[in-house]
Each structure stands twice: as C-alpha cells, then as structure tokens.
C-alpha cells in the first residue's frame, strides 16, 4: 500500500495523475463519445475541446470568484451554470455537481460561497491534469 503511493506521488510530480484520481475526475467514456465528430481541418475534435474548456472554465472560475466578492449573485449563478454544462458534456462530473451546488446556494452565507468556490478550483484542478493526460494520449 505504502509503496504504490509513493508510486503515485511519483507519478503526480511528473504531471500525470494517478489512475483513479483521473478516473474520478474526468469520464473519458463521454470524451470517446466526440471521436466520430471531425473538425474541419482534420484536427482531432477532442483535443479541441480539451483546449477550449480549459481556457474557458479558467475564465469563467474567476469569474465566478469575482461576482462572490461583489455580491453579483445572477452572474455568479449563470456562470455556474455554464460551467455545468460544459462539465456534464465532457465527462467532468465533479465539477459539474460543485457548480449544481452554487447554483442552489441561497447565497444567504458567504462562507458555503467560499467553500464550494473552493472545492470547485480544486475539482478544475483535478480535472485540468486528467485532461492534460488524455490531451498529450491522444497526441502520441
């Protein structure tokens, strides 16, 4: 037990995740789901969207974190809902559940706003290196 996490730990410095942490956080199930899809330049569709989410979900997590500290309640709200969606689509469950969980917040207690800001970054983070692996998988 003790050798196989360190294994992991080994594993985690090099950028790659360990195998059930990556299966926890990314659905790759849903991802194999656009291999039929082909983008117009003959690039791969997944990696594609790979890219896309990762940019865009780091945008909108700030987002996210700037409409708590204003008060901005409908923007937090919506933005949360994007991510969802965008999660759900992709086979990013975790995130998707945490921004469900925003979305049903009264936001009557800045302190449960904090808390699900913070597990949603490190649910992003979690699933941005099970998306890096996938992206450098498909790549070789």
């Not at 360190?6 to 990556?22: K, Q």
């Not at 990314?26 to 789901?33: G, S």
């Not at 997944?46 to 909108?60: A, H, K, M, N, S």
């Not at 699900?116 to 790549?139: H, N, P, T």
Request: hydrophobic content about 40%; some cysteine; glycine content about 4%.
């Amino acid at each position: 037990m003790l050798e196989q996490r360190v294994a992991d730990l080994s594993t985690e410095r090099n950028g790659f995740l360990p195998t059930t942490i990556a299966h926890e956080a990314l659905d790759v199930e849903m991802l194999r789901a656009f291999e039929k899809v082909k983008a117009d330049d003959g690039s791969d569709f997944v990696i594609e969207l790979i890219d896309l989410y990762l940019e865009g979900t780091l945008q909108r997590i700030q987002a996210i974190r700037n409409a708590a500290f204003k008060g901005e309640w409908a923007v937090l709200n919506r933005t949360a809902h994007t991510i969802k969606g965008s999660s759900s689509t992709l086979g990013l469950h975790r995130i998707a559940q945490v921004c469900q969980e925003l979305e049903a917040t009264s936001f009557s207690s800045s302190d449960v706003v904090d808390d699900l800001i913070q597990a949603l970054e490190s649910r992003f983070g979690e699933a941005r290196e099970a998306l890096i692996v996938e992206r450098k998988r498909r790549l070789e």
